[in-house]
């Protein structure tokens, strides 16, 4: 059974900083990985994903993932994170051909950019 | 595109009773999934119905029940409600069953039960 672990509940930097927000997943078949995010009284939005082919994957709004099969991570990262960049991020996969094609989530990490 | 509606936002149930949570669909996406949301954790899978049937179901009791409509809005019922059951309900529509485009989520109902 697949499973997502997101190491940190909660990751508070300073406007401008690096960040990364670690997850680490399990499944004994190749996956899909996802990251979404997730604004204050909103729905989940889609923030990037990995299907195939190059392990880097980007967003538009500068964040960035990298696929990393030995260590079954996928890790999120942004070089300058802004104040609009608080919000809780989930990390999610999924097994193609599963039943329903189920994403299953982490725990979330709670990004807190302060001023 | 109109995204995806949800209704209500809110809903406050006792304990034993049914509830109905309602979905509209984004325009032109035929699968929904709908994902319970307890507070603090993420979404877990309910179920997934595509063209009115359902296409897979995760580890929820059959008290847990769905229906897809040819103008795929979608509902998701509940009967005997439990204090467990409170959380946030996300439905999400897909173009096509494995969603690899991407689900588009609502922005959920939360469910109270006292």
């Known amino acids: 059974a697949q499973s997502v672990t997101q190491l940190d509940s909660q990751v508070p930097v300073f406007e401008e900083a690096p960040v990364e927000l670690r997850c680490n997943y399990s499944s004994s078949v190749s996956v899909y990985l996802f990251w979404y995010v997730q604004y204050p009284n909103q729905g989940l939005q889609l923030l990037l994903k990995?299907?195939?082919?190059?392990?880097l994957v980007e967003s538009i709004n500068g964040f960035e993932a990298e696929f990393n099969k030995s260590q079954t991570s996928f890790h999120l990262r942004k070089p300058s994170v802004h104040i609009s960049d608080t919000a809780e991020y989930f990390c999610a996969v999924s097994e193609p051909g599963n039943a329903g094609n189920m994403l299953t989530f982490g725990g979330g990490t709670r990004l807190m950019v302060k001023p | 595109e109109t995204g995806v509606t949800q209704s209500p936002t809110h809903l406050i149930k006792t304990r034993g009773q049914q509830v109905t949570l309602r979905c509209s669909s984004q325009?032109?996406?035929?699968?929904v999934s709908w994902y319970q949301q307890a507070l603090g954790q993420g979404p877990q899978f309910i179920f997934q119905y595509y063209r009115e049937e359902e296409n897979g179901r995760g580890n929820f009791p059959p008290r847990f029940s769905g229906l897809q409509f040819p103008n795929y809005s979608s509902e998701l019922n509940v009967n005997a409600l439990e204090l467990d059951d409170s959380a946030l309900y996300l439905c999400a529509s897909s173009l096509a069953p494995t969603g690899w485009d991407g689900y588009t989520f609502g922005s959920g109902t939360r469910l109270t039960v006292v």
């Open positions: 990995y299907l195939s082919g190059s392990t």
């Open positions: 325009s032109g996406h035929n699968t």
